[in-house]
């Protein structure tokens, strides 16, 4: 199993830009959020999705958007980029029934600049 | 509102000395407590998790301590060493959610 994967691992963005940022998941996890990371501050949740075609906002869903279309695939769409979304992201899924949770498998990440 | 507060948010030990960071909340209804570790240029992965019916977790070096009167849980690393300088990250999770709260993470450094 590759686990989590996100593509592109770099990228520079001039300010109003938009770009998708793609994560893809081989375990057939239900849940996948999307974080962003900023130093000194933790991870904070941007959206998440329960399983294909349920999405649903977190913390910080401002500038963003989302959508699964299947089981493996959560995309992240920036549209018209802007400094402060420059942020390293993370994309994560779970397997979870809601009787006992389970351990969040994150992906490498992807980092974004705007410039 | 912050709702889960980590501290310290660096630390320096030296190799063999024990590491220890701690994490505060507020909300009752959290019902499962993991610590991620993550090192540079890479996602954060699970290290060891807690539920509250207990007050301690341990799984080789690594240690939770949770105390629920006191709403804190802390990891403790011991004999510490070079490679598990990292940062380290607590979270939260309501019971009912399917969501995680972090805190703001703690940057460890062991000396050798």
């Known amino acids: 199993n590759a686990g989590v994967t996100q593509t592109p691992k770099f990228r520079i963005l001039k300010i109003g830009q938009s770009m998708t940022l793609q994560c893809t998941q081989d375990?057939?996890?239900?849940?996948m959020y999307w974080y962003r990371q900023d130093p000194g501050m933790g991870l904070k949740l941007i959206y998440y999705?329960?399983?294909?075609?349920?999405?649903d906002k977190g913390e910080v869903p401002n500038g963003y958007n989302v959508s699964r279309s299947t089981t493996e695939d959560f995309p992240l769409r920036l549209e018209l980029a802007a400094p402060s979304q420059t942020s390293v992201y993370f994309c994560?899924?779970?397997?979870?029934?809601?009787?006992?949770?389970?351990?969040?498998?994150f992906g490498p990440g992807t980092r974004l600049t705007v410039l | 509102q912050q709702q889960v507060k980590q501290s310290p948010q660096s630390l320096i030990v030296q190799k063999g000395g024990i590491s220890i960071i701690n994490c505060a909340y507020e909300?009752?209804?959290?019902?499962?407590f993991p610590w991620y570790q993550q090192f540079p240029g890479k996602g954060p992965a699970l290290l060891i998790a807690?539920?509250?019916?207990?007050s301690e977790k341990k799984e080789g070096r690594f240690t939770i301590s949770f105390n629920k009167s006191a709403k804190q849980f802390s990891l403790h690393i011991m004999d510490s060493q070079p490679g598990d300088s990292a940062t380290y990250f607590c979270?939260?999770?309501?019971?009912?959610?399917?969501?995680?709260?972090f805190g703001k993470g703690t940057k460890l450094t062991v000396n050798p």
């Open positions: 994560a899924s779970t397997y979870y029934t809601g009787v006992e949770y389970n351990e969040q498998f």
């Open positions: 375990m057939n996890h239900n849940y």
């Open positions: 999705s329960v399983g294909a075609g349920i999405t």
């Open positions: 909300n009752t209804a959290f019902d499962y």
């Open positions: 807690i539920r509250p019916d207990v």
């Open positions: 979270a939260a999770k309501r019971e009912g959610s399917e969501k995680l709260v």
